[in-house]
């Protein structure tokens, strides 16, 4: 078995997983939302000090599969650098413990395995990556990730954080900005769609986040079109750089992973490109799409029937890594 580690950003998760069959044995995961809520985001040093409390009390729930690990998984790379220590030393310190190898995990990668949790790898896909850190759309074949496009400035999730935080919805914003958006009329305001215009392969969303701001100010009591307006624009961004990619590129096998995408109109609006295009779409089950160290120890089997270990020297925090 492979005791998995995740603490990239501000949920505290721990996996045990299955060597043979890669079947999740055990998972828990412990959120920081309400701690952060108060201050409209996730505040890194606080972050880090709820690790230091809450992976331990988890670890506690899995003594009796200590005897029988083969190796500890733990995020690396990338995410908060204050917060992905915690993690590391907790892996370092069960490591040294009982004499196991280290695995380091790439968050990014990991998200592609919430696919595969109790499940067998798909390989080749597309994969689109919308989280709170990233927006990008790789290309995953022979367990290698190719990046095709990724944003010039603020991520999916990080400018739904931002419209909920100016229209003081509260956080995460995801999913409040989702709820209100389901009450509001999508073309309500006419917020600009980027680089609509622009052949070039990538995604941003400071303009239209800018766009919000300046419709906030006119109609300030308008949350629930402006929340509509916006998600119908980030919908509209992304399925125009998706198809140029569709066009050109001839895997048949779609995804989408990542926090942002547990959004059901994104989702819904995917399954409908794919059928244009003759593509399959695949999602994560909803309770993986956020951080979480089951998707550490999908990715972590892979890496150890390779034997991909690293040594107690070389498992650093690298917080921009991709």
């Known amino acids: 078995m492979i005791l998995s580690i995740e603490s990239s950003c501000d949920d505290s998760s721990v996996a045990i997983?299955?060597?043979?069959?890669?079947?999740?044995?055990?998972h828990k995961k412990i959120s920081q939302e309400a701690q952060h809520r108060e201050y409209g985001g996730v505040v890194p040093e606080l972050a880090s000090r709820l690790h230091a409390v809450h992976l331990p009390q988890i670890l506690e729930h899995v003594t009796e599969y200590l005897p029988r690990l083969k190796a500890v998984a733990v995020t690396t790379h990338p995410g908060l650098s204050v917060t992905l220590l915690e993690g590391i030393a907790m892996a370092k310190a069960v490591s040294i413990a009982l004499d196991l190898p280290l695995i380091s995990i790439n968050h990014l990668?990991?998200?592609?395995?919430?696919?595969?949790?109790?499940?067998?790898?798909?390989?080749?896909?597309?994969?689109?990556?919308?989280?709170?850190g990233h927006t990008q759309?790789?290309?995953?074949?022979?367990?290698?990730?190719?990046?095709?496009a990724t944003t010039l400035d603020d991520s999916v999730g990080e400018s739904f954080d931002k419209v909920a935080k100016m229209l003081d919805l509260g956080y995460?914003?995801?999913?409040?900005?989702?709820?209100?958006?389901?009450?509001?009329?999508?073309?309500?305001?006419a917020f600009p769609v980027p680089l609509s215009g622009s052949p070039k392969l990538a995604f941003s969303l400071s303009g239209?986040?800018?766009?919000?701001?300046l419709q906030i100010e006119q109609t300030p009591d308008a949350k629930a079109d402006i929340c509509a307006s916006f998600q119908e624009a980030v919908k509209k961004h992304l399925l125009q750089k998706s198809k140029k990619i569709f066009k050109t590129n001839p895997i048949n096998d779609v995804a989408i992973v990542g926090g942002a995408s547990a959004n059901q109109t994104i989702r819904e609006a995917y399954e409908q490109l794919c059928a244009q295009f003759g593509k399959t779409l695949h999602?994560?089950?909803?309770?993986?799409?956020?951080?979480?160290?089951a998707m550490v120890g999908r990715l972590a089997v892979e890496k150890y029937k390779r034997g991909e270990f690293s040594?107690?020297?070389e498992i650093d925090a690298?917080?921009?890594a991709g």
Request: charged share 25%.
């Open 208 to 213: 239209l986040k800018n766009a919000v701001r």
């Open 311 to 313: 040594k107690l020297e």
């Open 283 to 293: 999602l994560a089950d909803l309770q993986y799409c956020s951080d979480n160290a």
């Open 318 to 320: 690298n917080a921009k």
């Open 137 to 148: 759309i790789i290309e995953f074949k022979k367990q290698r990730m190719n990046l095709l």
């Open 109 to 132: 990668q990991a998200h592609i395995f919430s696919l595969f949790i109790d499940k067998p790898v798909i390989d080749p896909m597309l994969v689109l990556l919308i989280s709170g």
């Open 17 to 26: 997983t299955s060597t043979e069959t890669g079947e999740l044995l055990f």
């Open 172 to 189: 995460p914003g995801g999913p409040v900005v989702e709820r209100y958006a389901k009450e509001g009329d999508p073309q309500a305001f």
